[in-house]
């Protein structure tokens, strides 16, 4: 499966088919190539990356962001707000138990979201 990121924010979501299982570790490595800054979890059960952001409000305001375009796309992420203004987002297929292409295509509309960072000096 080979992902173009600009591609998959045209995409939706859709519900997994019966008996559907999750991709292969292979096949996830070669995919999250292709998303900077997201990393493949230990198991290759799920993806993730970390915002540093500006401060609370602007981590807020991209949690909120996620959250109309998770629904949208009735694909949930786990998010983990720490150190108010650190961000941690993990997509996951829970239904399959693993990763599945809505999650790529989800990581890809997280990437278009605009966000406030905190600059580094």
Not at 13 to 23: A, M, V
Not at 48 to 63: C, G, P, Q, S, T
Request: charged share 30%; hydrophobic share 40%; aromatic share 6%.
């Amino acid at each position: 499966m080979v992902l173009d990121i600009k591609e998959l924010t045209l995409e939706t979501c859709q519900p997994c088919r019966k008996g559907e299982k999750p991709i292969s570790r292979a096949e996830a490595e070669k995919c999250v190539q292709n998303f900077p800054g997201w990393k493949l979890s230990e198991d290759a059960k799920y993806i993730w990356r970390e915002y540093l952001m500006k401060d609370f409000v602007e981590a807020i305001h991209l949690m909120d962001a996620i959250a109309q375009v998770a629904e949208s796309n009735d694909h949930h992420p786990d998010l983990h707000l720490v150190g108010y203004r650190k961000l941690r987002i993990e997509l996951s297929t829970h239904s399959i138990g693993g990763l599945s292409r809505n999650d790529f295509i989800l990581a890809a509309k997280i990437e278009a979201l605009p966000k406030e960072l905190k600059i580094s000096t």
